[in-house]
């Protein structure tokens, strides 16, 4: 046997080596596509079809990876996504991704592979120490040590860590690949592409019914792609299922996705597939997305994900040349590739008896050991016809080889194996097939909550009832036969077709001549070994995260029964092949060592993912700007083109300020605070919630909204509004103004608008039906641009406003119907800097238009944009509050120093009863109050906590917390809000806020108004 | 376009997507995009809220005989009134004309209860056309958009990734989506996205 | 309560390191261990068959359940304790949860119950004898808006005055410790900031249960799994036992520590608790080499993040929108979780999912726990952890464990009380955090 | 992943919909004069059954319509929808109905006027 060439991975690499296990002709692999590729830094060649392990396995490399825990070599067990061994790190650079199945790798040119977990090297690998101290490491040891003394923990963690994990991210972190989500809907979703999935699905088709059928390989057929003996129709499997395919390619509404993974069974009916696009090409298009995520919501599913075959647990079966016996099968004739030359095929069933037909026909020596002392049936005889040995009552009871099987000891063992009879005799051999029975892939019947049942003859879980609308066919109903598989696929179609609600097509099933064959296995679950207890080489259960039979047995003495402990204690069927081959063998010694049966120790629940999905495909294109939307007022581009600073506000971009050439924050935000209350300011407030009500209950429903009264407003009158949640505490305010007996204007905050419009339906909708009231959303129907300060009304004068501004005419807390410029406008003398202030509302398709315009008319009176950052100081300086900032949810009218606006005569509004609940009125909670600095210069942060004693131990008591705090340029100082616990009796006393750096400013506690405390800004 | 009022003399404005560049992905197939996407610039848009007592009103200035059933719209000439929920309806009329037309359902509806809401700038309106459509549609809307089930004269009001929008099927492989004006250019750069693998252009 | 002072010498510990003469672990156990090939090793707990009374039951043998029976055998030197579990231990939301420690919370009663927890666990392993790799990586919180930057600013300096250990890091020094992370200021929800408690962690959540469940047994407490609560007997309003599927169970003080059911148990004794039962998701990447060295949480996207020690990368969500005991969620919130996980950690995209699943959380309308006595004598709750409740294991079960043994709450416990809800003295934890992990 | 025949659009998915939470939750009149503790039956209290439940939804993307629905909370089977401001129809909702608790509480009753408002109001019409 040729041994592989091994380098330094990435170093060099060496020529293509020939493929000496390469068969002389068959297989579906295109023998004149040869395509190179590379492993561990040596180039290889394989041929168009191949897998990564398939082309591997042809040139003779059989190691592959090192295990979890232990770091022993690994080989290629299996031909499918059970693979628990061969996992590979595939691409270079940023497109590099770890853990890949060599047995799902679909090979093309200059595919860049390499082994994982292992350093230097994967021949030596200094990690296989554990291997050798592995009598320390038993299941669990780690909580058994590494606690002294505690301080070391880290230490220790931190090795453990670096020898865990099994591949490498990819070296450069931005992914540049393209990932898509899709919806899908029909009323047959097949899950699997095998004889059983293409009937079913075929059935339904010609049924009529929208059929989606997914397969995980890059071609349908499954498991009948590997198979050489057996006729459909008198045709050859593959000619058999091209016609099919063919058939359904035809229909409209048949989607056929090959290379795609079923993985996810969800409630209703709705399942997730990722689509493998364009892994398997070298140079893929940039239109494509490399993966896709389909979330397909289906009438009808058919699960007919087949059957994976199990291992048998024997001393040394993680070798590398020790694969499953179908897995050869498959090798030998859907790929063209003899793995050994000297063979084994070690079995408790018929099926493998096809494998050694199959490895005497490639010229393969094979001997079989069988578990079975009573063998009868065709595949015996044929075996023996063939001229092959066969062992009956036998087992190989230790297989080894350095980094390869080198030789197998195999003695007479009694009925379940578990016991040697007689001396053992040794054979050299290369390749060990073994086979220990079928498990039906029950994981997405499980996922829909679907019951499985034990079969006591067939030795395997399969599906019993179903909670979702789902049918069960083929090897994955437990049905292994091609000939009924097919018959139970047909079946399902049709089932499904006619629960879709559709007429059932006349199909018949094809006529199949296959091996006649028994699927019954021996139950024999651990083969002994000739040593005690616990001793001699191990026998492995998950070959991934190696875990012995041994370690099954150690959970078992210790307490740890419950198959959810086992899994957990042992990390058995926690690896990424998540158990598929170990999951019943584990199960089945669980029980021996119980003394149950194995249906009493029971089945973990399977959940999503069937197979590892691609993270990337989840997330598909919700990433960068796609992520979240941002939202735009229609005059941001005058912002932008003004060199504005964004802050995110929910979803909406907002001005913060404006800095000019060589401003910081701070410059920019005083320049614009001074200018509102000097000349005149203008900030976009056009994100604010705007809500039109309409109907005859208007004012009533207003006036078991909001805390104050409502009936009496005049029309073209304002109102402040608070609107308390049912609890008392305050959720939003916002002004709102009569536009007509029955037609109001609602403002809302920015972050609160959709929330309040949903709370106002919810209320008239769910409470109070009686009520005749309408609510239109007409937040983005008016751009609002908001004028404020001594020079405003001057302004919209030179802007050309055409009604009076004089305050007898258009009063404080009034709405006027205007025009500038000749376009209609809506203007609403409310304020909230305390100035003289408008907010000027118009279609939004002119918003643009009317801030340049009346930028261009203030430009005489220096006229300042103002962001938000600048609006938070002008109202803190008049200590109005912002809901979110002065409150949490968890603050009251009162707690804000707000009675005057909860009325005491309304019979009810909302949050009325809770304010009246005896706690509401204690003195200690926490109240709205100023605070004064007594360094005039320091701006306390906000966040800080007030303390009466600065020196008290911690924890210290802290009344409570500044909410908003700047510096007022207008005052010349910093000034500060802080909902402090019993805040208003503490008025005119000290505070104390220590700061994070250990410095504690000091406050004097004073009304939380700073400017102009009578008003008479107001009117300008 | 109606000339009513003297909406012809203002400026007309600008639109959610004014300042949105014309865009390109070439079908790397050839061809044409399988995507075409157009603003439907200033498509007049009414908020009707209200129950059937609206329909004389509504039937006098549109001509429709009735308000359309759950998940329908009624067309009558350039007016489409889109059903959005048991007493709300869309109504989309031609750009400029849906001034006149708000006040004049306003006037005649003053007996009744009902709520006429001029949307024209809250919402924007896009033209969806080529042989992709439902496909792109598709990888960001949950409704089953096979034209069996979501056909000619058929609306709905949906999700499409993270924006609410309405969508409305019409005889070609065309569809309407109006979404928040606010919400625009994400829809547009959206389906620009989606579109790549058909080609898409969005041509203003 | 504000005016009580916490004990500056920490929770009283009592009995530790298997006190009762069970075989202790140790590296020269597992080597004497390994020369008899493993065959000597003990049961970790007895499989202890019901007795007809015992002074406590606890219903419930989840982390806080078994935790709570260990402080009454270890601290209050009662042991006539049974656990009783209706499955397998552990296999509620211990077992489902994403490990995460800390006890930076805003409000003072908050930071006094996690910080509690977070001094017993400083020192569990050894306290129990058993390893539950509670690794002080430190929880990194990360702030998106200048609204974020402002409410992180509040609560450290509220933390650090509770005399908890919490600092502010900048994007650059994010970027430092967390060298995948993407702290680009122009995408949607940029790292503006973050505050990091670096006595904050992860564990391994199976061996909480385990460990308790060890010690436990230790000291006499009896716990049975496989054995299902049925009712609730009362003599008046007082309690005298519990059905369960194996026999009554005469007792007079139940504690019922059952996360995700305690309105099923409640509604035994006509009791009726404020909460709701949430779906809660979490999942794993397959394991690779270590990349993340630390804890993320992100309460403006809903994205928790770490490393296991094994290598998987876990995510968690917030939790679904609606009531359900099926240990199953929706969709969207992983795939919106997974999204914002790529938008921070671009890495990430090329990894992929291996186990994804969900636990039933209850959830209290402040989102802070529920540790009260009830309107019938003898008959206590623990539970309306939502999504927080790992991180307090220790600190609960030693509370609660308190609350039985005298009958009334300390002054950690007192807050926690349901008469909360008639006063609406609340302890809101909501505003503070969206996730509250 | 739900999937929801809202009254009025029909079949949707769950994404599209927001759940409310408990139905036929009444909501007391503050004239009523209810204790802190009967009051915060109303405000805190939600029942959390294990089996059926009785709530409310609401086709937040779609019409934005309230309606109820009795779901089984461990199966998640969708047993009835029905409209905002009726009953169940079917037996098992019915049945959830009738057994709620809250069905007896002082919160529940004092939902409907005081006797005395009452009249006062009909003196008025």
């Not at chain 1, 935000?669 to 009500?693: F, H, P, Q, Y």
């Not at chain 1, 029955?742 to 809302?748: E, R």
């Not at chain 3, 006190?19 to 007895?46: C, E, I, N, T, V």
Request: charged share 20%; net charge negative; aromatic share 8%.
């Amino acid at each position: 046997m040729t041994k592989s060439v091994m380098t330094r991975a990435g170093l060099f690499t060496r020529a293509a080596p020939q493929q000496l296990s390469r068969s002389a002709g068959g297989g579906r692999i295109d023998r004149s596509k040869p395509v190179s590729f590379t492993f561990d830094g040596c180039s290889y060649r394989g041929y168009e079809g191949d897998t990564l392990a398939s082309a591997l396995l042809a040139n003779n490399v059989h190691l592959v990876g090192r295990s979890f825990k232990y770091h022993r070599p690994r080989g290629i067990l299996a031909a499918g996504s059970e693979e628990p061994n061969a996992l590979v790190r595939v691409g270079r650079g940023a497109r590099a991704e770890p853990n890949l199945r060599a047995t799902q790798v679909e090979l093309h040119e200059g595919l860049y592979a390499e082994s994982q977990n292992r350093f230097p090297s994967l021949k030596f690998d200094v990690g296989a120490i554990n291997s050798a101290l592995q009598s320390f490491f038993p299941a669990g040891f780690y909580y058994k040590t590494f606690m002294w003394p505690a301080s070391m923990w880290m230490t220790y963690e931190h090795v453990i860590r670096h020898a865990a994990g099994l591949g490498r991210v990819a070296d450069e972190h931005d992914d540049p690949d393209r990932y898509e989500r899709i919806h899908a809907h029909c009323d047959v979703l097949v899950a699997g592409g095998g004889v059983a999935g293409l009937m079913a699905a075929l059935q339904a088709a010609r049924s009529g019914a929208r059929v989606i059928l997914a397969d995980e390989q890059n071609e349908f057929g499954g498991w009948l792609l590997g198979e050489a003996d057996v006729t459909i129709d008198g045709d050859t499997p593959a000619g058999w299922i091209a016609g099919v395919v063919a058939e359904l390619a035809a229909i409209d509404d048949v989607t056929l996705l090959p290379r795609t993974t079923v993985f996810g069974y969800m409630d209703h009916n709705y399942l997730t597939l990722t689509e493998r696009v364009t892994d398997h090409m070298a140079s893929p298009p940039a239109h494509l997305p490399r993966q896709r995520l389909w979330k397909v919501r289906a009438t009808q599913t058919i699960l007919a994900q087949g059957a994976h075959e199990r291992p048998l647990v024997f001393s040394g079966n993680d070798l590398p040349g020790v694969m499953l016996a179908g897995a050869v099968r498959t090798y030998i004739n859907r790929y063209g590739v003899v793995p050994g030359n000297r063979t084994v095929v070690f079995t408790n069933n018929d099926d493998a008896y096809r494998t050694a037909l199959a490895l005497d026909s490639a010229g393969a020596h094979v001997l079989v050991v069988d578990l079975r002392r009573d063998l009868r049936g065709e595949l015996v005889k044929s075996v023996r016809a063939a001229g092959i040995e066969v062992l009956s009552g036998h087992a190989v009871t230790i297989a080894s080889g350095t980094q390869h099987l080198a030789r197998v000891q195999i003695a007479p063992v009694n009925e379940g194996g578990s016991t040697v009879l007689d001396d053992p005799f040794h054979m050299d051999c290369d390749l060990l097939a073994m086979s220990g029975g079928l498990s039906p892939a029950v994981h997405l019947h499980s996922q829909a909550r679907g019951k499985l049942g034990w079969d006591d003859r067939l030795l395997c879980f399969k599906p019993t009832t179903v909670h979702e609308a789902s049918f069960n066919a083929g090897a994955g109903n437990g049905v292994f036969d091609t000939e009924k598989a097919i018959a139970d696929g047909l079946k399902a179609g049709g089932a499904a077709a006619k629960a879709a609600g559709l007429t059932v097509s006349d199909t018949e099933a094809p006529a199949i001549e296959a091996p006649n064959q028994s699927w019954r296995p021996l139950a024999a679950w651990k083969i002994g070994n000739g040593y005690g207890p616990g001793q001699g080489p191990k026998a492995f259960v998950d070959f991934q995260n190696d875990v012995t039979a041994s370690d099954v047995g150690l959970a078992a003495r210790e307490g740890y029964q419950s198959v959810e402990h086992l899994k957990r204690y042992t990390t058995l069927g926690m690896a990424t092949d998540q158990g598929k081959t170990s999951n019943i063998n584990g199960l089945a010694i669980l029980a021996d060592a119980l003394g149950r049966e194995i249906p009493e120790v029971g089945t973990t629940t399977f959940r999503m993912p069937y197979t590892p999905a691609s993270i990337g495909a989840i997330a598909g294109r919700d990433i960068g700007t796609l992520f979240d939307p941002t939202r735009l007022t229609r005059m941001d581009e005058w912002h932008r083109a003004n060199g504005a600073t964004f802050e995110h506000v929910g979803q909406w971009m907002r001005a913060w300020y404006y800095p000019k050439d060589g401003e910081t924050m701070q410059d920019a935000v005083n320049r614009e605070v001074l200018a509102a209350r000097t000349t005149a300011g203008i900030l976009d407030a056009s994100t604010l919630g705007k809500i039109d009500i309409r109907g005859p209950d208007a004012a009533e429903f207003l006036n078991r909204l909001y805390t104050n009264s409502w009936l009496k407003l005049g029309i073209g009158k304002c109102r402040y509004g608070l609107m308390l949640k049912d609890d008392g505490m305050v959720m939003d305010d916002g002004v709102t103004t009569r536009l007509g007996e029955n037609h109001f204007h609602m403002t809302t905050t920015t972050g609160g608008a959709a929330g309040v419009l949903d709370w106002m339906e919810e209320w008239l909708q769910t409470e109070w039906p009686d009520l005749k009231v309408y609510l239109t959303s007409v937040t983005e129907e008016w751009s609002v641009a908001t004028l404020s300060g001594p020079n405003a009304a001057k302004i919209l004068q030179a802007a050309g406003i055409d009604i009076s501004l004089d305050t007898a005419d258009f009063p404080f807390m009034s709405m006027r119907e205007a025009h500038i410029a000749g376009l209609p406008v809506r203007v609403f003398r409310i304020s909230f800097t305390g100035e003289l202030s408008y907010e000027i509302n118009i279609r939004a398709r002119h918003g643009l238009a009317l801030w340049t315009h009346l930028m261009a008319a203030g430009e005489a009176f220096g006229l300042t944009p103002y962001g938000t950052e600048a609006m938070h100081v002008l109202r803190a300086e008049k200590g109005f509050i912002i809901v979110g900032q002065e409150t949490d949810g968890s603050v009251t009218p009162q707690d804000l120093g707000m009675d005057w606006i909860v009325s005491k005569v309304k019979p009810d509004f909302i949050g009325k009863r809770a304010l009246e609940r005896a706690s509401m009125a204690m003195e200690d909670r926490k109240q709205l109050v100023g605070l004064r600095t007594r360094d005039r210069r320091r701006v306390i942060p906000e966040g800080a906590h007030a303390v009466l004693d600065p020196n008290e131990e911690m924890p210290m008591t802290m009344l409570g917390q500044v909410t908003s705090s700047y510096y007022s340029p207008n005052i010349g100082g910093s000034i500060a809000m802080a909902m402090l616990k019993g805040g208003r009796a503490l008025m005119g006393g000290t505070v104390y806020l220590p700061m994070l750096d250990g410095d504690v400013i000091e406050a004097e506690v004073v009304e939380p108004m700073f400017f102009d405390p009578k008003g008479e800004r107001i009117n300008g | 376009m109606a000339s009513v009022s003297n909406e012809g003399q203002r400026p007309p404005g600008r639109t959610a997507l004014t300042d949105m560049t014309v865009m390109t992905h070439d079908n790397p197939d050839g061809g044409k995009p399988g995507l075409v996407i157009t603003e439907l610039a200033h498509l007049g848009k009414i908020n009707l809220r209200g129950g059937s007592d609206m329909l004389p009103v509504i039937s006098n200035h549109t001509g429709c005989s009735a308000l359309p059933d759950n998940n329908r719209v009624v067309s009558v000439g350039d007016r489409h009134i889109v059903w959005l929920g048991p007493d709300e309806f869309l109504l989309l009329c031609a750009a400029g004309s849906e001034t006149h037309l708000h006040s004049q359902l306003t006037l005649d509806m003053a007996g009744i209860h009902a709520a006429v809401t001029n949307v024209t700038d809250s919402l924007c309106a896009l033209s969806l056309r080529g042989k992709a459509v439902r496909r792109v549609l598709a990888k960001g809307c949950a409704l089953d958009l096979h034209s069996s089930k979501f056909g000619t004269g058929d609306c709905a009001q949906t999700m499409l990734a993270h924006a609410a929008v309405t969508l409305i099927a019409h005889d070609a492989p065309g569809f309407t989506l109006v979404c928040r004006t606010s919400f625009a250019p994400y829809v547009t750069e959206w389906l620009m996205d989606a579109g790549l693998e058909f080609g898409a252009s969005f041509r203003g | 309560m504000a005016s009580e002072k916490p004990d500056h010498d920490g929770p009283d510990r009592g009995l530790s390191g298997l006190p009762g003469g069970k075989p202790k672990y140790s590296a020269f156990a597992l080597a004497r261990q390994a020369m008899q090939y493993h065959q000597g090793w003990q049961r970790a707990w007895r499989d202890a068959q019901p007795q007809d009374e015992y002074d406590v039951v606890i219903i419930g043998g989840g982390g806080h359940g078994l935790a709570t029976a260990y402080y009454l055998a270890a601290v209050h030197g009662i042991s006539r304790v049974a656990v009783v579990e209706k499955g397998w231990l552990g296999g509620g939301n211990t077992g489902r949860n994403t490990t995460i420690i800390r006890s930076n919370y805003l409000w003072d009663e908050s930071a006094a119950i996690y910080e509690h927890a977070l001094k017993l666990w400083e020192g569990m392993s050894q306290d129990l004898n058993f390893n539950v790799m509670f690794s002080q990586r430190g929880v990194l919180t990360i702030a998106h808006s200048e609204h974020e930057l402002r409410e992180m600013s509040r609560r450290v300096h509220a933390i650090r005055m509770n005399g908890i250990d919490s600092e502010i890091l900048g994007p650059d020094e994010i970027k430092k410790f967390v060298p995948i992370i993407n702290i680009d200021q122009t995408i949607r929800y940029p790292v503006m900031g973050g505050f990091l408690q670096k006595r904050g962690g992860t564990a391994r959540h199976d061996a909480v249960a385990w460990g308790y469940a060890r010690a436990a047994d230790d000291l006499g407490v009896d716990i049975i799994q496989n054995c299902e609560v049925t009712g609730l007997r009362r003599n008046g309003r007082r309690i005298v036992g519990i059905d369960t599927s194996r026999g009554f169970i005469k007792t007079r003080k139940v504690g019922c520590v059952v996360a995700g059911h305690s309105s099923v148990v409640a509604a035994m004794a006509d009791i009726r608790l404020p909460v709701a039962s949430r779906p809660l998701q979490a999942l794993v990447s397959e394991p690779i080499k270590p990349i993340l060295d630390t804890v993320i949480m992100s309460n403006a996207v809903h994205m928790y993040i770490s490393q296991s020690d094994k290598g998987e990368m876990v995510l968690g969500a917030g939790v679904d929108k609606y009531n359900s005991y099926a240990q199953r969620g929706s969709f969207p919130v992983p795939e919106h979780m997974i999204s914002a996980a790529v938008e921070l950690f671009p890495v990430l995209s090329r990894l992929r999912m291996l186990r994804h699943w969900g636990g039933i959380v209850d959830t209290c309308p402040d989102a802070s726990p529920i540790i009260s006595k009830t309107d019938v004598e003898g008959l206590y709750f623990n539970c309306g952890w939502g999504t927080g409740g790992f991180k307090a294991t220790p600190g609960s079960g030693h509370v609660f464990a308190d609350l039985i043994a005298n009958d009334r709450p300390n002054r950690i416990a007192a807050p926690y009380a349901l008469d909360r809800f008639q006063t609406g003295l609340l302890i809101d934890e909501h505003g503070a955090a969206g996730v509250a992990h | 992943m739900l999937l929801i025949t809202c009254p009025h659009c029909g079949p949707r998915d769950e994404s599209e919909f927001s759940c409310g939470g408990e139905a036929h939750i009444a909501r007391p009149l503050a004239e009523n004069n209810l204790t802190d503790a009967e009051f915060a039956d109303y405000l805190f209290l939600r029942d959390n059954p294990k089996g059926l439940f009785l709530e409310r939804w609401r086709h937040a993307a779609g019409c934005r319509r309230w309606f109820n629905m009795a779901r089984d909370t461990v199966t998640h089977e969708i047993v009835e929808i029905y409209p905002m401001g009726s009953g169940p129809a079917s037996q098992a909702g019915k049945a959830a109905h009738a057994a709620s608790w809250r069905r007896d509480t002082a919160a529940e009753a004092a939902a409907k006027p005081a006797p005395k408002a009452r009249a006062k109001k009909e003196q008025v019409s």
